[in-house]
């Protein structure tokens, strides 16, 4: 399979994780997520900013000197969240329609920043600047893996509600298997990488994901937002669109070896976030699935 071919069925497999989500929701689900403007606007500042404060603060402290792995956090940080991260909140007990609006409008944002926030990262953290071209790559990944799914099932909710209730559970275990494929197939592809690179870019990517994930909660926490909407927020912050990196790295420029990093950054970013969804799942079925809060969420 061409990498063309192989990246177009990665994207139609997201999409077919945010189809199974989407076709749950309901309009009030986006009006409790957008209640107030707090748990909107705490979300998007939060994955905006949060990420390339830790890569700027591991670059100036030292931490991390190697400019390759900085120029992949770089260009990493600077992505929006990925859309994987709305079925890992689905999965952890999130805030699902809070998820979604915040990968649409951050994909949006993110769109705008990145050209002029790249260059200025990469000076302070490497010494190098680059001029990054047209983000039209952001909206094309982001049409595939969110946009037109999410309108497909909202439109299918509406318009075909007994339909969408018949192929609920059959899409939502699709999905799973989907996600499943994704993440072994992140691992095989990354193996030789990981092999060769755990004692040096390992490291301080699983830091970086770890400490994305807790401030990311942190932060909605201090915000006084609802359990749901934490985690939600943890988990935006916590996972990139890898794609758009890599895409970055390859076509603007030219680095397979900075490609290779941000690769090797989507693997662990997926294995934290995945062991960090499975526990909330696991303590929110502990403290009870019957609660109004639980109730409320789309299963």
Not at 5 to 15: E, S, W
């Amino acid at each position: 399979m061409s990498e063309g071919l192989a990246a177009l069925a990665i994207q139609v497999a997201v999409g077919v994780l945010t189809l199974s989500i989407s076709i749950q929701l309901q309009p009030e689900h986006f009006r409790r997520a957008v209640e107030g403007g707090r748990p909107l606007v705490a979300g998007l500042a939060v994955q905006l900013a949060v990420v390339p404060c830790i890569v700027l603060a591991l670059a100036l402290s030292g931490l991390v000197r190697d400019p390759v792995l900085l120029t992949a956090l770089c260009l990493v940080s600077l992505t929006p969240s990925g859309p994987t991260s709305n079925y890992l909140t689905h999965v952890a007990r999130g805030d699902v329609a809070l998820a979604l609006l915040l990968t649409v409008i951050g994909t949006l944002l993110s769109a705008a920043v990145m050209p002029l926030a790249l260059p200025s990262l990469l000076q302070a953290t490497t010494g190098q600047g680059i001029q990054v071209v047209t983000p039209l790559a952001v909206f094309q990944s982001l049409l595939v893996m969110v946009v037109a799914p999410l309108l497909a099932g909202l439109w299918l909710q509406r318009r075909h509600h007994a339909l969408a209730e018949r192929i609920r559970p059959a899409l939502g275990k699709l999905a799973g298997i989907l996600f499943v494929v994704l993440l072994l197939g992140a691992v095989a592809s990354q193996w030789k990488l990981l092999a060769t690179a755990a004692t040096g870019a390992a490291l301080p990517l699983l830091g970086t994901n770890a400490a994305a994930l807790a401030i990311g909660g942190l932060l909605a926490a201090a915000c006084g937002l609802a359990a749901a909407q934490r985690t939600t927020l943890a988990l935006k912050t916590g996972v990139q669109n890898v794609s758009i990196a890599l895409g970055i790295a390859i076509g603007v420029l030219g680095r397979l070896d900075v490609a290779a990093i941000a690769g090797l950054y989507g693997l662990t970013q997926l294995l934290v976030a995945t062991a960090y969804a499975l526990a909330k799942k696991r303590s929110s079925s502990t403290a009870g699935a019957g609660s109004p809060q639980a109730a409320s969420e789309p299963s």
